[in-house]
């Protein structure tokens, strides 16, 4: 079993940064960010696999970076140049193998806003 706790989020203005972290309790393998806004369905941000490989939605590409501290057992999503259609509620997954769908991931964090201000 494997638990998720994400922090980080707030409000940013356009053209800030922000950090979002997601600690892990447990063995974790890919983990990933999804977000979901309000009225819409939760769609994949990024994610990255035991070996550091990343895979990022076209639409946060070059704009974010997600990242892994494999001793702190975290995983980071660093927002850059965020856009107000960024808003939306952040969450953490974990899954055994890659994959860009909600169903691909078993575990899930708790979720954490994130409101970008033009």
């Known amino acids: 079993q494997v638990q998720l706790v994400e922090s980080g989020g707030g409000l940013v203005q356009t053209g800030g940064s922000l950090r979002l972290s997601c600690a892990a309790s447990g063995r974790t393998y890919v983990m990933g960010w999804f977000r979901q806004a309000p009225g819409k369905e939760r769609e994949f941000v990024a994610a990255?696999?035991?070996?550091?490989?990343?895979f990022y939605a076209d639409s946060v590409k070059d704009r974010f970076t997600i990242s892994r501290d494999n001793v702190k057992n975290t995983v980071y999503l660093q927002m850059n140049s965020p856009k107000p259609e960024d808003t939306a509620v952040y969450y953490c997954a974990a899954a055994y193998q890659l994959g860009t769908r909600v169903n691909d991931y078993a575990f899930w964090g708790q979720g954490t806003q994130v409101t970008v201000s033009s």
């Open positions: 990255i696999t035991g070996s550091a490989s990343t």
